[in-house]
């Protein structure tokens, strides 16, 4: 089997974690490749399309992590040389003109690949580009259900539907609720699958128990299911009304060894999810965190296999905080962050720096791989408070760029990872899969886009970040689910430089270039009427710069944060009850009163349930 590689050289560092050992002669390279879709190794040879340092045996001895895999081939490109390493001029220029698109990896490749992410890519990812070779040739595309086609609404549960005694919570509460729900013509809800629950106690002993006591409880009530693989913490986002931990065997491992966790440049330890550095290492138990992560998602497979693909009809897949593909760039617990902050870069457990090192050494800038960038400020700065993110600041320069490559490319690398793993676990189920985009729309205004930055989004004035991710998303039949989706530029604090709509526009564009399904939530809570417009004119997907007003298939799906007491208090719930109808039927805004006249026979038969529901919340 041979896969073509896509990644710089740096990913390649990143990727086999400094398994790399001996250049031969006919420019082969033995790499060890631990197989993420289950125990043992995946026997492949890849070709690599770039540049590889002239002492790769030398530079492996400084960064190589692991020895516990037996060794596969590797053989680089014949076009590509491994005499000397580029110089800084010769690396930007490549960058930034190399014309010849890169070929796309094999399906059967399930290493991680950390797919280019600078504007010359864009040209390969493109939907019209001969190389784009989809492994998921009948994804819904704009045309599969037509530009008037309705938006089925979900909502997401409580965080703490299930208890620490994996018992289902608030159980009456939980079925007056559903009753509404399903008399205001919501489609089904979305529950989080914390892994810090199930896998709680020890290694590979699942207790599913109490979901599937809370998913028999949806079915019965002829709702759909879209269940996320929470492989994160409940706790320090917006939003997060309990604490659920990883599972207790995972911290132990963190706190024995403290590089497990994303860490920012004062050494301050993120537990909310484990550091992507470590993705292809046995840390866990003698198992990388992939292979947790895929025999968590083989178990649940497992057990609710007659409900995948009826009432379990989608999977989204958690690949970071908050359940997103992203950095943990702007963590709110203790004050850390507040919002519009810029973040900070989360690359400092030593195996991320093991992987900026080699990326550094192979284009012979060894003093650029001491950390990220000095002069970045802190998590809440502004812009142009830093010298790294003003106008004209380092994210422009040559370190600028290598490090924002190298950051957002392995970024890509974790998610490609993840996501390929997931697609062959629940391949043929007939249930769809889905993955998190952040809407980081604050300071989107700017020239640098610190915030996306520093989540690892490579997005600025002068590049699009978001279609390399749609791409990748494409590849594996991937729905785009995106944030922010109620929110408008006029609501927003005129300091911060927002723009969410802006934002929803570009990773639109995006994702109808790598022809991929897109589905919506909202960020922040909101009941009223003017968020309730806005997405439903977001929902269409029509780009709001557009003077034709092109109609294109709109979302798949929209879900709506969260199922609570306030959702059903009377004013909320006889607004929820016609937006929900309205989504469904795909139909746009005339007037509010004309909507609610049109869905008052629905609103009056929804009420004494709302209103049902509501007590029962109150009581628990």
């Known amino acids: 089997m041979v896969s073509v590689l896509p990644c710089p050289i740096g990913s390649i560092q990143s990727s086999f974690c400094g ?52 060794l596969v081939s590797l053989k680089t490109s014949p076009r590509t040389s491994v005499s000397t390493p580029p110089s800084e001029e010769g690396w930007r220029r ?36 001969s190389v784009l070779e989809k492994e998921h040739p009948n994804l819904e595309t704009n045309s599969s259900r037509g530009s008037s086609a309705g938006v089925p609404v979900y909502v997401m549960l409580p965080l703490d539907s299930i208890t620490f005694n ?28 914390w892994w810090g629950l199930v896998e709680r106690d020890a290694p590979e002993k699942y207790n599913w128990s109490g979901y599937k006591e809370l998913m028999d409880i949806i079915k019965s009530h002829g709702l759909k299911i879209q269940a996320v693989m929470s492989f994160h913490q409940c706790g320090g986002n917006v939003g997060d009304s309990c604490f659920i931990p990883l599972p207790k065997w995972v911290v132990e491992e963190m706190d ?57 009809v989608e999977i989204q897949v958690g690949m970071g905080p908050a359940g997103e593909l992203r950095y943990p760039s702007y963590p709110e617990s203790n004050g850390t962050w507040r919002f519009p902050g810029i973040g900070e870069f989360q690359c400092y457990d030593k195996y991320m720096l093991a992987s900026l090192r080699a990326a550094a050494v192979a284009i012979g800038k060894r003093e650029w791989g001491h950390g990220g960038p000095c002069d970045a400020g802190h998590y809440n700065n502004f812009p142009e408070e830093t010298n790294f993110f003003r106008r004209d600041g380092g994210w422009k320069s040559a370190y600028g760029e290598f490090f924002l490559d190298w950051y957002s490319g392995i970024l890509l690398a974790h998610g490609e990872l993840i996501l390929t793993t997931a697609e062959s676990i629940f391949r043929n189920t007939g249930a769809k899969l889905s993955g998190k985009v952040s809407g980081i729309h604050w300071h989107y205004g700017t020239r640098s886009h ?9 997005n600025t004035r002068f590049r699009d970040g978001y279609l390399p991710i749609a791409s990748m ?7 785009l689910n995106f944030t922010c989706i109620e929110m408008r530029d006029s609501e927003q604090p005129p300091e911060a430089r927002c723009s969410p709509e802006n934002l929803i526009s570009q990773v639109v564009l995006a994702a109808r270039k790598a022809r991929v399904p897109v589905a919506g939530e909202n960020a922040l809570p909101r009941y009223d009427e003017t968020a309730y417009k806005q997405i439903v004119k977001n929902s269409r997907l029509r780009n709001h710069n557009d003077p034709q007003n092109a109609a294109f298939e709109p979302m798949c799906a929209f879900t709506f944060l969260r199922l609570n007491q306030v959702l059903f208090h009377n004013d909320n719930w006889r607004l929820f009850v016609p937006f929900v109808r309205q989504m469904a039927e795909g139909r746009i ?32």
Not at 260 to 285: F, I, M, Q, W
Request: glycine share 8%; hydrophobic share 35%.
């Open 473 to 479: 998303f494409g590849r594996h039949g991937i729905i």
């Open 589 to 620: 805004f005339n007037g509010w009163e004309e909507e609610r006249r049109a869905t008052e026979l629905f609103v009056h038969a929804a009420r004494p349930l709302g209103q049902e529901a509501a007590a029962a919340l109150a009581h628990n």
């Open 19 to 70: 398994s790399i050992k001996q250049l031969s002669k006919d420019g082969s390279a033995a790499i060890k490749v631990p197989c993420s879709t289950g125990r043992g190794i995946c026997q492949v040879r890849c070709v690599f399309q770039c540049r590889l340092p002239a002492d790769v045996s030398q530079l492996s001895k400084r960064h190589a992590i692991d020895s516990d895999f037996p």
């Open 166 to 193: 994996n018992t289902v919570n608030r159980r009456r509460a939980l079925n007056a609720s559903l009753l509404a729900l399903k008399s205001a013509g919501v489609a089904g809800v979305m529950l989080d699958v």
């Open 450 to 458: 610190a915030s996306e930055l520093t989540a690892g989004y490579y």
């Open 94 to 129: 490549s960058l930034h003109t190399q014309s010849k698109p890169y070929a796309l990896p094999s399906k059967d490749l399930v290493t991680p690949g950390a797919f280019p992410s600078s504007d010359r890519h864009h040209e390969c990812f493109s939907s019209g580009s």
């Open 256 to 312: 024995r060894n403290a590089d497990l966790a994303y860490t920012d440049k004062h050494g301050r330890r993120n537990y909310e999810c484990l550091s992507l550095g470590c993705d292809n290492l046995p840390v866990l138990k003698g198992r990388t965190p992939v292979q947790v992560y895929a025999d968590y998602m083989r178990s649940f497979r497992d057990t609710f296999k007659d409900m995948l693909g009826e009432a379990i």
